[in-house]
């Protein structure tokens, strides 16, 4: 009955699919290009990308004449595309791989050939409000009431310190003000998957105090079937809690306080044992024995002040942030009642950041501040006999406790020297000093500093209005780190101490406008090389142990463009294409894995979409949209023997919307493409941890809004 009800649901949004395109084409066909046809605010594409207005190079610049490659998704784009998490912006952001991970805590996350590392640091800062994210646990989040979402690429060192090794994520939301406005979004979909979000903003006080709160739940069964246990793996049931409260006294006088706090049970380690071969076969189900979980409490909070000065704005910003996760996961992951793993782990950091801001207009603007971060980490990993195991078990325990105290002082200057030019420099200072320990293990405490300068230079050339060319050259830098004592050293190759990590990028690129700004083209040309590229592995046996090793030297040489044509109001078309081809050019000394593709990040990325928002009357317009997205070649171990061929997915949304409110029909994955999300290569001998991507899926999407838009 439930397959018979899927493939109605399918099958009637099929046919209006179909039956709305029709239309759509015999509109175009029989309306002149030039017809006057109002435009659609808050629908599709239609903010235009010469007005979007982005943040991520700590000014205030539009999308178009800001000199880096930046790609942009806005709140009309995350609503017509259905992007409510960072997932979802890869799927639209060709140059970006976010993907669950082994865990929420742990997501897979790689951008221009460099990816993420378990338990280790990101290749990109992630930033909320302009709050930099201190750790991974807290960055797996859905976007709720956001403004956009910019993904600046490239080493940003000089901007955002360590971690920006190769970009920035920033995420901005919706600021409470005078207006009073409440909105919600639910949405279910297969899997007896059911999210709703609800958020009120006003003021408490006019003109000085204002207010905003949203909260989100999500309870959701699964698709992935567990076929010991009868029952689906990547189940969630999780809410989230998030507040803001702003503080005006004086208009050169603002506060903001923001807390978010963070509770569910969700599945985890769902991962599928496979030999090479079959990696692609995806006929197959789970076989864990045992209930894979990860019990999470996450916490965080800032408060930022923001003072204008005779000089310029002061900005402070003072962050707490905690996660605690429980992992209880399969050790063997398979039907036998053999170990499992109980795995508490903590993160917890405070951090303060003050900078000064040169007042705008001038022809030399600058920026100089300090920042300071304090964090401990605990990773306690208990082995033990499964209550129902028959024969005996080896158990063990290791307990790692880490921390690190890290502070970097930076600056920014540019310079408009005339004839459209404009120079830009700035230079950042990091010093990390770590400490860890086995603390079930005497003797095993070690400390260690990692240091870097990080500069970046940008030439910028406003040839005329709608047309900007930039060259630039920036440095990032990923901090060292340790691998527990209790890894055997000699044995795998890896060291108790892995050096830090050192990016350099030379990139040009270019940004246009034409026909009245209906065709946007975006390019980029770059090239970006790696001292001590992180990778991580893990392996199960009778001792199990994960380490990081490095990679000497590798490069990457990429070419990326974004392509938007909105031939009428109501139509828009687009494009981006991203390619990352890496090389490994020298692991250890010798010809090992020379001339291979760095692990875990796309060879290519392709994303197209078409987007039709009809006016049918003064109160209510449609929505139409499909959306294409190729993940290119991947790799997932250095030998390059575990990789997996492109997949190209295909998604569509049906809707209509009001000025109050909007119903959308959506189908994701509409082919069934099956890919893994995430590969632990190796994992136990010649056998891989494979973890697949969901398969097709429908629903429906409720939004609302009162007050305010």
Do not use: C
Not at 33 to 55: E, F, H, K, Y
């Amino acid at each position: 009955m439930r397959g018979e009800i899927r493939l109605t649901i399918r099958a009637a949004m099929l046919v209006a699919l179909s039956t709305t395109a029709l239309s759509a084409a015999h509109a175009q066909i029989t309306s002149a290009p030039g017809a006057d046809v109002p435009p659609l605010a808050a629908i599709g594409d239609s903010q235009n990308s010469g007005d979007i207005v982005v943040t991520a190079l700590r000014s205030t610049d539009r999308l178009q004449t800001a000199p880096a490659a930046i790609s942009v998704v806005t709140a009309d784009t995350a609503k017509a595309a259905g992007v409510a998490s960072l997932a979802d912006v890869s799927k639209v952001v060709p140059a970006l791989r976010f993907e669950t991970g082994i865990r929420p805590g742990v997501p897979t996350i790689a951008i221009r050939g460099i990816a993420a590392i378990q338990q280790g640091e990101a290749p990109v800062s992630i930033l909320i409000d302009g709050v930099q994210v201190p750790f991974l646990s807290i960055a797996n989040m859905d976007l709720l009431d956001i403004t956009d979402v910019e993904l600046l690429k490239g080493p940003q060192g000089a901007l955002y310190g360590r971690g920006a090794i190769a970009g920035a994520l920033v995420i901005n939301t919706r600021q409470p003000d005078n207006d009073f406005r409440a909105s919600g979004r639910f949405t279910a979909q297969e899997g007896a998957d059911y999210k709703g979000i609800l958020t009120v903003s006003g003021p408490l006080i006019e003109d000085r105090l204002y207010a905003k709160i949203t909260g989100s739940y999500q309870n959701r069964r699964g698709l992935l079937y567990n076929s010991t246990r009868h029952d689906y793996s990547d189940f969630v049931d999780s809410g989230t809690l998030d507040g803001e409260i702003v503080y005006q006294p004086t208009p050169s006088t603002r506060l903001a306080l923001s807390a978010m706090y963070t509770r569910g049970t969700v599945g985890s380690n769902y991962l599928e044992l496979t030999t090479i071969a079959g990696l692609t076969d995806f006929s197959t189900s789970l076989k864990q024995n045992f209930w894979n979980r990860d019990l999470r409490r996450l916490f965080r909070t800032s408060l930022t002040l923001d003072q204008d000065t005779p000089i310029g704005t002061l900005t402070v910003i003072g962050q707490y942030a905690r996660a605690r996760d429980y992992v209880i996961t399969d050790i063997d992951y398979t039907q036998a009642a053999g170990r499992y793993n109980y795995n508490p782990e903590l993160d917890d950091a405070k951090s303060i950041d003050a900078r000064l801001t040169s007042k705008p207009g001038s022809r030399f603007q600058w920026m100089f501040g300090a920042a300071y971060q304090d964090r401990y980490t605990e990773n306690n990993i208990n082995l033990l006999a499964d209550p129902a195991a028959t024969t005996p078990q080896i158990t063990g325990i290791t307990y790692q406790t880490d921390t690190s105290k890290s502070y970097g002082v930076y600056g920014r200057a540019s310079y408009d020297i005339g004839a459209g030019f404009t120079v830009i420099g700035a230079l950042r200072y990091d010093r990390d000093k770590k400490y860890d320990v086995l603390t079930n293990v005497p003797g095993t405490g070690l400390t260690s500093p990692f240091t870097a300068w990080q500069p970046s230079a940008t030439l910028k050339w406003q040839a005329q209005k709608d047309l900007m060319f930039y060259a630039t050259f920036g440095q990032g830098f990923r901090s060292g780190g340790f691998n527990a004592a209790s890894v055997p050293f000699d044995l795998v190759g890896a060291q108790r101490v892995y050096p830090k990590e050192i990016s350099r990028n030379y990139e040009a690129g270019f940004k246009a406008q034409f026909a009245d700004h209906r065709i946007t083209l975006n390019a980029d040309v770059y090239r970006t090389d790696y001292d001590n590229a992180q990778f991580q592995r893990t392996i199960i046996g009778a001792t199990s142990f994960r380490f990081i090793t490095s990679i000497r030297k590798a490069h990457v040489n990429g070419i990326e463009a974004d392509l938007t044509i909105k031939p009428v109001d109501d139509v828009t078309l687009g494009g981006s294409y991203s390619l990352s081809a890496s090389r490994i050019d020298d692991f250890n000394g010798t010809s090992l894995y020379v001339g291979n593709p760095m692990p875990n990040a796309f060879h290519d990325n392709e994303t197209a979409y078409f987007s039709y928002a009809p006016r049918f009357d003064d109160t209510y317009h449609g929505l139409l949209r499909f959306d294409m997205n190729r993940r290119g070649y991947i790799s997932y171990n250095l030998s390059n023997n575990v990789n997996f061929q492109p997949a190209t997915t295909f998604n569509a949304r049906l809707g209509i919307e009001s000025e109050r409110w909007s119903v959308d029909v959506f189908w994701n994955n509409i082919t069934n493409k099956r890919y893994p999300e995430f590969v632990f290569p190796d994992f136990m001998g010649t056998i891989q941890g494979r973890l697949a991507n969901q398969p097709s899926r429908a629903g429906i999407e409720l939004n609302f809004n009162f007050g305010a838009r």
